[in-house]
């Protein structure tokens, strides 16, 4: 049976993004408090040839579960899977990085949950995306929603949701700067980028986990990258997954998201999982890795 009843808390205003955001929401929950037990990692890995970890299955069954019951969903796909799962009718396209910077969890340092929320099946561009939403899993649990205008934050208490900033914009002075991949592999126009906001005094600030790096981005003002690196012009970060529906946020705060030589929004992935650079945050810093690396 679908559940499209009881009537969702509003996110965005479209009945059926705001059920997907409500599942989200109480599914969060849970997948934090099953954190301890899920630490170790299981045999395999996932279509990206990366180590999986138990919570990161356990999370993803979870969203899976739930949100193919929705009426809204037409399809759910993830990080953790091969292949999308589809739904009988819905209007929207799923993907999910179900927990982000899971290595994270050994060292007990934060993770994340993405949500991109599509009107176009995928693979496809991020300018198909109407909505997207994540979940910092820190010290507190919030949860950031975007409906591709607006950004909004709550802090996740139970089965609660209390507003902690609503329609926010990135600080016009930005201080963190985080860039992933080791120094030595970063293409020269990378490393020219960085020198340039070492000297403007950015503060390095990396944490290992997309969301919460991004998060220190939209707390503080700076840039966040994933770069082309010199043996993997395509970074490491997946496009559908994390660069899109993080990008949509980041823009819809007033900022920017560049896949280094363009507005990363706009370009179309051929592969689910397909890799993409990603660099965002405030828009002149992103102007500016643009500008090194063309
Ligand atoms: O260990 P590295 O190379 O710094 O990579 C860290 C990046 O990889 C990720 O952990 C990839 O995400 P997953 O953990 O969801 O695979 C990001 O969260 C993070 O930004
Ligand atoms: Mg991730
Ligand atoms: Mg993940």
Excluded at 85 to 92: F, S
């Amino acid at each position: 049976m679908n559940r499209s009843a009881p009537s969702p808390a509003e996110w965005t205003g479209d009945e059926g993004v705001d059920a997907v955001f409500d599942v989200v929401r109480e599914t969060a929950v849970e997948v934090r408090e099953a954190l301890p037990e899920r630490r170790a990692y299981v045999d395999g890995e996932n279509p990206s040839g990366e180590r999986v970890s138990a919570a990161d299955e356990h999370a993803d069954e979870l969203f899976a579960e739930r949100l193919l019951d929705l009426d809204a969903v037409a399809s759910y796909a993830s990080e953790e899977r091969e292949d999308q799962q589809r739904a009988d009718g819905g209007e929207y396209h799923l993907a999910l990085d179900p927990l982000d910077g899971s290595s994270n969890l050994r060292s007990n340092n934060p993770v994340g949950t993405i949500v991109g929320v599509y009107d176009e099946p995928l693979p496809t561009s991020g300018s198909d995306l109407v909505a997207a939403a994540f979940v910092l899993y820190g010290p507190n649990t919030t949860m950031v929603v975007c409906d591709g205008e607006t950004v909004d934050e709550y802090l996740i208490e139970g089965g609660d949701r209390k507003s902690l900033r609503e329609d926010f914009t990135l600080p016009e002075d930005p201080t963190v700067y985080a860039f992933g991949g080791r120094r030595p592999d970063w293409t020269p126009g990378v490393t020219a980028a960085v020198e340039g906001f070492e000297e403007d005094r950015l503060k390095l600030r990396y944490g290992g986990a997309f969301i919460a790096d991004v998060t220190q981005v939209l707390t503080h003002g700076g840039i966040f990258a994933y770069p082309e690196l010199e043996d993997t012009p395509e970074g490491k970060l997946r496009y559908c997954f994390e660069c899109a529906p993080v990008g949509l946020v980041v823009d819809a705060a007033g900022g920017r998201v560049s896949d280094g030589y363009g507005d990363l929004l706009d370009a179309d992935p051929d592969e689910l999982h397909e890799r993409s650079p990603v660099y965002l945050g405030n828009a002149d810093l992103v102007d500016r890795v643009e500008a090194e690396l063309s």
